[in-house]
């Protein structure tokens, strides 16, 4: 196995692939010749992906699929292969957000989080490792967060499923070294996507409080999903374990690991007001 990861040629899953970094990552993909398995539950956005992709030189095939669905995740592996002969790459990148204090988050809203940003990975990866294992070599790549760095206050929800995603993988990766399927964990940091505008928020949330919160949000999403994509797929070519995606992200691991209890003393006081 050589040290690069060659893609031309490949087959890639990418979930969340309708837009933000899911899309970067689809381009990144298809610049590199490697046929892709589009999924999202956003059908147009998927389409508009394909279109940007434009080449007659690739398989390309888009599918609608909500990764909270377990029966759908079970059959889409059958899905796939009815369009392109195996999978080499499985992209998790498929997430929502939800904010708000532990206290004012439903336990509905935390378990409704979880469905998609943990159990998705985790039934995505099960439906897809036996053929990520056929292949001579395969890589998993499972997106977390900073926010599985870090834990910052208002985000208990989306921090506990990012941290998770990131003991699944690395504990995946343990299990599987060795094998001819890598895995990788990707921690972006302030990527200019819609997730803060389509982030839940619990109920109660005045129309100003909602817009306050995704106005700051925002204030920290700043680097194009084009650069996070490409970041991504080059860390898969150089067989990286871990991605930080983002001047950001390599901060705050920095900070946290510097100052893995008190961390948040400082990187409150560097966040913008």
Known sequence: MSK?????????VVTGAASG??????LALARRHCHLALADINETGLAETAELIATTDLRVSCHRLDVADAGAVARFPDVVRASHPGVDLLF????????????QVSAEDFEWLFSINFWGIVRMTRAFLPLLQASDDARLVNLSSVYGLMGPPGQTAYAASKF???GFSEALR???????????????GGVATAIANNARLPAGTSAEEAAQGRAAANKLLKLSPEIAGETI?????????RVL???DAKLIAMIVRLAPVSYWRLL???APQ
Do not use: D, K
């Open 4 to 12: 690069t990861m060659q893609l031309e040629g490949r087959t890639a």
């Open 21 to 26: 970094i899911g899309r970067g990552i689809a």
């Open 92 to 103: 998790n990148n498929a997430g929502v957000a939800l904010g708000g204090t532990f206290e």
């Open 164 to 166: 998770a995603v990131r």
């Open 174 to 188: 343990h299990e599987l070294a060795g094998t001819s399927v890598g895995v990788t964990v990707v921690h972006p």
């Open 233 to 241: 797929v080059q860390g898969v070519e150089r067989r990286q374990p």
């Open 245 to 247: 995606v983002g001047s």
């Open 268 to 270: 409150a006081r560097l």
